[in-house]
């Protein structure tokens, strides 16, 4: 497992991310991770308030960064199933699709300036770390260990 130390609150503490074997995959894995964290750190920020026009400026830049870098890594994680052949590529791409769907979701609520967004983004990108990186992309550790990847 990647230590990921959090400089956020108490409760997230250490988001414990897994080694994947892909150190490309594993950078981007951590810098979302942070990006969790900044995240729910904002939202923490808000809970007692309306966002104001500030608020909602860090949020867009906020989410534009999580967008850029979810884009890039899915495409890159990808990109290397392909060409290494990884068998469960297809359903592994439907998985991203579906991310890409909800933060798309997700962004037409914060373009309308909906606060429903907050509790939906941060359980969304929580699930995400959890169950996408250390459950799905571990499954491709040991294929691309094999395949002399790292
Ligand atoms: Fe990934
Ligand atoms: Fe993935």
Not at 15 to 39: I, T, W
Not at 88 to 100: C, G, N, P, S
């Amino acid at each position: 497992m990647l230590s990921f130390k959090s400089a956020g609150p108490r409760e997230i503490g250490n988001c414990l991310v897994a080694d994947v074997g892909v150190n490309a995959c594993n950078k981007q894995h951590l810098r979302l991770a942070s990006y969790a964290v900044e995240f729910h750190e904002m939202v923490e920020n808000l809970s007692e308030k309306e966002p104001d026009k500030e608020d909602w400026r860090h949020i867009d830049a906020l989410l534009s960064r999580i967008s850029r870098v979810v884009a890039v890594h899915f495409r890159e994680e990808e990109d290397l199933m392909v060409e290494y052949g990884y068998p469960d590529y297809a359903r592994h791409k439907t998985l991203h699709e579906k991310f890409i769907k909800e933060l798309a979701n997700i962004q037409s609520q914060i373009n309308n300036r909906n606060i429903r967004f907050k509790s939906k983004l941060s359980t969304m990108l929580w699930n995400w770390l959890y169950n996408h990186i250390n459950v799905e992309d571990y499954k491709y550790r040991e294929f691309f260990l094999e395949k002399g990847v790292k």
